[in-house]
């Protein structure tokens, strides 16, 4: 099997299953593809467009052509040398519905059940309403009126002989110790019978097993012409005693049943982020941890698994002891695999977001992360430090939000103290009962330990930090400082006593200091979901929010950025690059992913707007004036709002398709509607005029006519003028694509090609990063290789972006090791224009790359109508290296650059045939 050098991801569904990707292997392979790299494949919930709501961890979806199907695609894979990595799911299954057996029996059988401990439910409520009670906040109205209304009726499942409660998709099964109240109100002698034997089961010491029998007594019984008609009967909710029968019975269930709008409350079992379909696991358990893995460690010790990447790692109790676990239990693995698939080492890659100047803890035993961090740095690089200013105002005057951080810290109070409300409760609960375990302490009250705690998270700079039994690890300690910093200038110096207290519970003390005994477990129980209530309020409040408030720069908007800030200078990112080949050399390089908000040519395009400012201020204030007559007067305000038309701007901008001309009706209302999903879900996102929770269907609609408008209708000018600003900035944006591109392939770490990404990348957020890929285009185009002149000539069609991502990854396959442990090295630029590249060496043992790309250089494109800065511009630019290059073994891999023996490089050389380059030495 090949080296992990590169990895391509597929996104799985029953429309692009695994026998569809199986005929694309030699595609792949071609292209320089090591690896492919897998969303989630175990059984999800029907129709899964991802794959992470995952119902049957034990078996390989069928939907996606089951175990067979993966067989079929691992031979593929294994003739070419390939091998597979996949994402996995462990932080939480879906739930509700009716297609989770281990949800289902959980229901039935409340904590009687094998499954209740497997899902992270916090079963101890201060709510008398909850004692003992799971809280299902899947009705579609109160439980009241649901109930009177006969909207959750108690039916028969004719086929499992079990009574449940029915409500849209959703199945609540009846405890069968209940079954007895129900059959007792037949008239046939059979099931009067059998109701005596359900009510029996009470005193069994098996009453699962027990039950068994029962109900396929009962199935049979009923299909036998039984009827069950006056049993259901009796618990017609929409008549009174119908009414109080059913409620009596459900009060008797494991569960309670609730508005959905009860759950951001009152919700007492942890979720995924604010979602009520997803469901955490107690992973920590070792029971859990080896039930939802049995199926992966199998497909891993046959050899049909070559790497995992681990989905939102920040959810789980304890990270670092569920990696080092994991890597513990695969390695043991290892040994057993059939001979054609060892491995000496198993890449593990967890997704993972990285605030300001944090970094992967490198005791987790992973090979790193999944590379968002990587996406920000190379952004950082293509932004033009000049133009923070002047679109900081632009911004500010037009939207009249506050700063980054301030939209930030505001998110954060919003989601707290919404949708996120119960999580925040429940944390302030549990520090509480540490207070109550202190004698000094006791006199704190609920309510000081609330404020105290939401201050804290809400100036928290990273996603989560990671208490253990020795308290906070050296290099969380100073995220947690700025927290506290922030939280004392937001609260009054009466609370800051309060939070010195968070101080030393929240890590600040060993929980070994305590004795053992229920202190200690109060202490240990605090830390853990405060730490799992950070993740998701960080999540919720900037991706899922201020992202969509705050638009000063779209392209600085992203998964895993740092969006208040700006720029980078390269020495900031050779930096990285240095210390990830050092902590992290195979962590993943990605620029785009299936959960980005535009894709990565997207905002490599709006990058140049940086370099662009005062055009862009001007331009924004001549569409504001044609857009007057688009606008609606509603009563609270314009719709669009200027904020929502400042960010509807810089997304056609960004996305407006290379091939779409204005008068282009038909394709005007293809991109129409991808534009028309994009704004539904920014406008919901932002919770601003509408939201999930309350949409606001007359300002979306507003501002869904103001959008038909422009692209549709009679704006005739605006439309062309949009166009035309989008055509001045994409032959420069087409540059930054290709940097960006080769960056990812060159620099240390494995580069992930995200599905189809091999060509222009102008998506949206998803649904629109997930449409189908042209594959027999991408075969075609690969297997013509036209000649370079002609694909600048032919640039916007994208064979130019594949040419390259070729060129590169079969060069990287044949210098493996230069590229996988070989050294960095920043080159010296200098001349004219020395700020306008970036150059570094690869070294390796007699071997060295050298990687030439301009940066912030739109200006020196001049008219170009092709991405190929014309050499003439350069002027005398040149890179100073530390070596002579040999004329004889010395080649580029985009053109035909003449070498001397100087140390001096001329980048009007390097560059003269191709917009970046990879010089290849050999000593």
Same mark, same amino acid.
């Given at each position: 099997?090949?080296?992990?050098?590169?990895?391509?991801?597929?996104?799985?569904?029953?429309?692009?299953?695994?026998?569809?990707?199986?005929?694309?292997?030699?595609?792949?392979?071609?292209?320089?593809?090591?690896?492919?790299?897998?969303?989630?494949?175990?059984?999800?919930?029907?129709?899964?467009?991802?794959?992470?709501?995952?119902?049957?961890?034990?078996?390989?979806?069928?939907?996606?052509?089951?175990?067979?199907?993966?067989?079929?695609?691992?031979?593929?894979?294994?003739?070419?040398?390939?091998?597979?990595?996949?994402?996995?799911?462990?932080?939480?299954?879906?739930?509700?519905?009716?297609?989770?057996?281990?949800?289902?029996?959980?229901?039935?059988?409340?904590?009687?059940?094998?499954? =209740?401990?497997?899902?992270?439910?916090?079963?101890?409520?201060?709510?008398?309403?909850?004692?003992?009670?799971?809280?299902?906040?899947?009705?579609?109205?109160?439980?009241?009126?649901?109930?009177?209304?006969?909207?959750?009726?108690?039916?028969?499942?004719?086929?499992?002989?079990?009574?449940?409660?029915?409500?849209?998709?959703?199945?609540?099964?009846?405890?069968?110790?209940?079954?007895?109240?129900?059959?007792?109100?037949?008239?046939?002698?059979?099931?009067?019978?059998?109701?005596?034997?359900?009510?029996?089961?009470?005193?069994?010491?098996?009453?699962?097993?027990?039950?068994?029998?029962?109900?396929?007594?009962?199935?049979?019984?009923?299909?036998?012409?039984?009827?069950?008609?006056?049993?259901?009967?009796?618990?017609?909710?929409?008549?009174?005693?119908?009414?109080?029968?059913?409620?009596?019975?459900?009060?008797?269930?494991?569960?309670?049943?609730?508005?959905?709008?009860? =759950?951001?409350?009152?919700?007492?079992?942890?979720?995924?982020?604010?979602?009520?379909?997803?469901?955490?696991?107690?992973?920590?358990?070792?029971?859990?941890?080896?039930?939802?893995?049995?199926?992966?460690?199998? $497909?891993?010790?046959?050899?049909?698994?070559?790497?995992?990447?681990?989905?939102?790692?920040?959810?789980?109790? !304890?990270?670092?002891?569920?990696?080092?676990?994991?890597?513990?239990?695969?390695?043991?693995?290892?040994?057993?695999?059939?001979?054609?698939?060892?491995?000496?080492?198993?890449?593990?890659?967890?997704?993972?977001?990285?605030?300001? !100047?944090?970094?992967?803890?490198?005791?987790?035993?992973?090979?790193?992360?999944?590379?968002?961090?990587?996406?920000?740095?190379?952004?950082?690089?293509?932004?033009?430090?000049?133009?923070?200013?002047?679109?900081?105002?632009?911004?500010?005057?037009?939207?009249?939000?506050?700063?980054?951080?301030?939209?930030?810290?505001?998110?954060?109070?919003?989601?707290?103290?919404?949708?996120?409300?119960?999580?925040?409760?429940?944390?302030? $609960?549990?520090?509480?009962?540490?207070?109550?375990?202190?004698?000094?302490?006791?006199?704190?009250?609920?309510?000081?330990?609330?404020?105290?705690?939401?201050?804290?998270?809400?100036?928290?700079?990273?996603?989560?930090?990671?208490?253990?039994? @020795?308290?906070?690890?050296?290099?969380?300690?100073?995220?947690?400082?700025?927290?506290?910093?922030?939280?004392?200038?937001?609260?009054?110096?009466?609370?800051?006593?309060?939070?010195?207290?968070?101080?030393?519970?929240?890590?600040?003390?060993?929980?070994?200091?305590?004795?053992?005994?229920?202190?200690?477990?109060?202490?240990?129980?605090?830390?853990?979901?405060?730490?799992?209530?950070?993740?998701?309020?960080?999540?919720?409040?900037?991706?899922?929010?201020?992202?969509?408030?705050?638009?000063?720069?779209?392209?600085?908007?992203?998964?895993?950025?740092?969006?208040?800030?700006?720029?980078?200078?390269?020495?900031?990112?050779?930096?990285?690059?240095?210390?990830?080949?050092?902590?992290?050399?195979?962590?993943?390089?990605?620029?785009?992913?299936? !959960?980005?908000?535009?894709?990565?040519?997207?905002?490599?395009?709006?990058?140049?707007?940086?370099?662009?400012?005062?055009?862009?201020?001007?331009?924004?204030?001549?569409?504001?004036?044609?857009?007057?007559?688009?606008?609606?007067?509603?009563?609270?305000?314009?719709?669009?709002?200027?904020?929502?038309?400042?960010?509807?701007?810089?997304?056609?901008?960004?996305?407006?398709?290379?091939?779409?001309?204005?008068?282009?009706?038909?394709?005007?209302?293809?991109?129409?509607?991808?534009?028309?999903?994009?704004?539904?879900?920014?406008?919901?996102?932002?919770?601003?005029?509408?939201?999930?929770?309350?949409?606001?269907?007359?300002?979306?609609?507003?501002?869904?006519?103001?959008?038909?408008?422009?692209?549709?209708?009679?704006?005739?000018?605006?439309?062309?003028?949009?166009?035309?600003?989008?055509?001045?900035?994409?032959?420069?944006?087409?540059?930054?694509?290709?940097?960006?591109?080769?960056?990812?392939?060159?620099?240390?770490?494995?580069?992930?090609?995200?599905?189809?990404?091999?060509?222009?990348?102008?998506?949206?957020?998803?649904?629109?990063?997930?449409?189908?890929?042209?594959?027999?285009?991408?075969?075609?185009?690969?297997?013509?290789?036209?000649?370079?002149?002609?694909?600048?000539?032919?640039?916007?069609?994208?064979?130019?972006?594949?040419?390259?991502?070729?060129?590169?990854?079969? @060069?990287?396959?044949?210098?493996?090791?230069?590229?996988?442990?070989?050294?960095?090295?920043?080159?010296?630029?200098?001349?004219?224009?020395?700020?306008?590249?970036?150059?570094? =060496?690869?070294?390796?043992?007699?071997?060295?790359?050298?990687?030439?790309?301009?940066?912030?250089?739109?200006?020196?494109?001049?008219?170009?109508?092709?991405?190929?800065?014309?050499?003439?511009?350069?002027?005398?630019?040149?890179?100073?290296?530390?070596? =002579?290059?040999?004329?004889?073994? @010395?080649?580029?891999?985009?053109?035909?650059?003449?070498?001397?023996?100087?140390?001096?490089?001329?980048?009007?050389?390097?560059?003269?045939?191709?917009?970046?380059?990879?010089?290849?030495?050999?000593?």
């Amino acid at each position: 099997m090949k080296p992990l050098t590169a990895t391509v991801r597929l996104q799985l569904h029953s429309d692009f299953t695994l026998d569809d990707a199986t005929p694309l292997v030699p595609y792949f392979a071609q292209l320089g593809i090591s690896h492919v790299y897998a969303s989630p494949i175990l059984t999800a919930r029907a129709g899964s467009r991802h794959g992470y709501d995952v119902v049957d961890p034990t078996q390989v979806n069928p939907e996606l052509g089951g175990e067979a199907a993966l067989e079929r695609l691992v031979a593929a894979l294994r003739q070419h040398g390939m091998g597979l990595i996949l994402d996995t799911v462990s932080n939480h299954m879906a739930v509700g519905g009716a297609d989770n057996p281990w949800w289902q029996s959980l229901l039935a059988w409340g904590r009687r059940s094998p499954y =209740a401990e497997f899902f992270d439910i916090q079963w101890h409520s201060s709510d008398p309403l909850l004692a003992g009670q799971l809280l299902l906040p899947f009705l579609g109205n109160d439980y009241g009126a649901t109930l009177q209304n006969g909207e959750m009726p108690l039916t028969f499942d004719g086929k499992s002989g079990q009574f449940e409660v029915a409500h849209y998709d959703h199945r609540f099964p009846i405890c069968p110790l209940d079954y007895g109240r129900i059959l007792g109100e037949a008239d046939q002698p059979q099931l009067q019978a059998l109701a005596l034997q359900f009510s029996a089961l009470t005193n069994s010491a098996d009453p699962l097993a027990a039950a068994e029998p029962l109900h396929r007594e009962l199935a049979r019984l009923v299909q036998g012409g039984v009827s069950l008609e006056a049993a259901l009967a009796a618990f017609d909710s929409q008549t009174e005693a119908g009414f109080k029968r059913l409620h009596l019975l459900l009060e008797r269930q494991s569960y309670r049943l609730a508005s959905w709008r009860t =759950a951001a409350d009152d919700i007492n079992w942890r979720r995924f982020f604010d979602i009520n379909e997803l469901g955490g696991l107690r992973v920590e358990r070792s029971v859990v941890f080896e039930a939802t893995h049995a199926k992966l460690f199998e $497909l891993i010790e046959r050899g049909l698994v070559d790497g995992l990447r681990i989905d939102h790692i920040d959810g789980l109790a !304890d990270p670092r002891r569920y990696c080092r676990n994991l890597r513990r239990r695969v390695n043991s693995l290892l040994a057993q695999r059939p001979m054609h698939a060892a491995l000496e080492h198993f890449p593990i890659f967890v997704e993972k977001i990285l605030g300001a !100047d944090e970094h992967l803890h490198r005791d987790w035993l992973t090979d790193g992360t999944t590379g968002y961090e990587f996406m920000n740095q190379v952004s950082l690089l293509q932004h033009d430090p000049a133009g923070e200013a002047p679109l900081t105002e632009l911004w500010q005057a037009v939207s009249e939000r506050p700063e980054f951080t301030e939209e930030v810290r505001i998110a954060r109070r919003l989601v707290l103290n919404a949708s996120l409300a119960g999580d925040c409760e429940s944390v302030a $609960l549990a520090l509480l009962q540490v207070a109550r375990d202190d004698l000094m302490t006791r006199d704190l009250t609920l309510g000081a330990i609330r404020r105290a705690l939401q201050a804290l998270v809400e100036h928290y700079p990273v996603y989560r930090t990671y208490i253990n039994a @020795c308290g906070r690890p050296a290099e969380d300690e100073k995220f947690f400082q700025q927290a506290m910093d922030g939280a004392r200038q937001s609260l009054s110096e009466a609370d800051w006593p309060v939070l010195a207290h968070l101080e030393r519970w929240l890590g600040g003390q060993r929980w070994r200091a305590l004795p053992p005994g229920r202190p200690r477990k109060h202490l240990r129980h605090a830390c853990v979901r405060f730490q799992q209530l950070t993740a998701p309020s960080a999540a919720k409040a900037v991706e899922d929010t201020a992202f969509y408030r705050s638009a000063r720069l779209l392209s600085r908007n992203d998964v895993g950025f740092e969006a208040e800030r700006f720029s980078a200078e390269p020495a900031w990112f050779s930096n990285e690059a240095q210390r990830r080949l050092r902590d992290f050399p195979d962590n993943l390089l990605a620029t785009a992913t299936h !959960d980005h908000k535009r894709g990565e040519d997207c905002r490599a395009r709006l990058a140049v707007l940086s370099e662009r400012a005062p055009w862009l201020a001007s331009r924004v204030e001549h569409w504001r004036e044609l857009a007057a007559p688009l606008r609606d007067g509603l009563e609270d305000g314009p719709a669009p709002s200027p904020g929502d038309e400042l960010l509807l701007y810089q997304t056609l901008l960004g996305s407006w398709p290379l091939d779409l001309h204005p008068d282009d009706q038909a394709g005007l209302q293809r991109y129409a509607e991808r534009v028309r999903q994009w704004q539904q879900k920014a406008l919901r996102e932002a919770k601003l005029r509408s939201s999930w929770a309350a949409p606001n269907d007359r300002y979306e609609q507003a501002c869904s006519s103001y959008l038909d408008g422009l692209l549709l209708g009679d704006a005739q000018q605006l439309r062309q003028s949009l166009h035309d600003a989008a055509q001045q900035i994409a032959c420069p944006g087409a540059l930054n694509g290709l940097v960006q591109c080769l960056l990812r392939m060159t620099t240390p770490g494995v580069p992930d090609l995200y599905q189809g990404n091999e060509y222009w990348d102008l998506s949206l957020v998803d649904p629109d990063n997930r449409r189908p890929v042209d594959y027999a285009a991408r075969r075609a185009s690969l297997n013509a290789s036209a000649p370079l002149p002609t694909l600048l000539q032919h640039w916007r069609d994208g064979r130019i972006k594949q040419a390259l991502v070729a060129g590169v990854l079969d @060069c990287r396959q044949a210098h493996a090791d230069l590229f996988r442990r070989g050294a960095y090295l920043p080159l010296t630029v200098q001349g004219r224009h020395a700020d306008k590249v970036l150059a570094f =060496a690869r070294l390796g043992e007699g071997e060295r790359a050298i990687i030439v790309v301009p940066r912030l250089a739109s200006a020196l494109l001049g008219s170009a109508t092709t991405p190929l800065i014309p050499a003439q511009n350069w002027d005398d630019t040149r890179l100073i290296l530390p070596f =002579a290059l040999s004329p004889a073994n @010395c080649s580029g891999l985009f053109g035909s650059t003449a070498v001397s023996p100087s140390r001096e490089l001329k980048v009007s050389t390097v560059l003269a045939e191709f917009p970046v380059n990879v010089l290849i030495d050999r000593a």
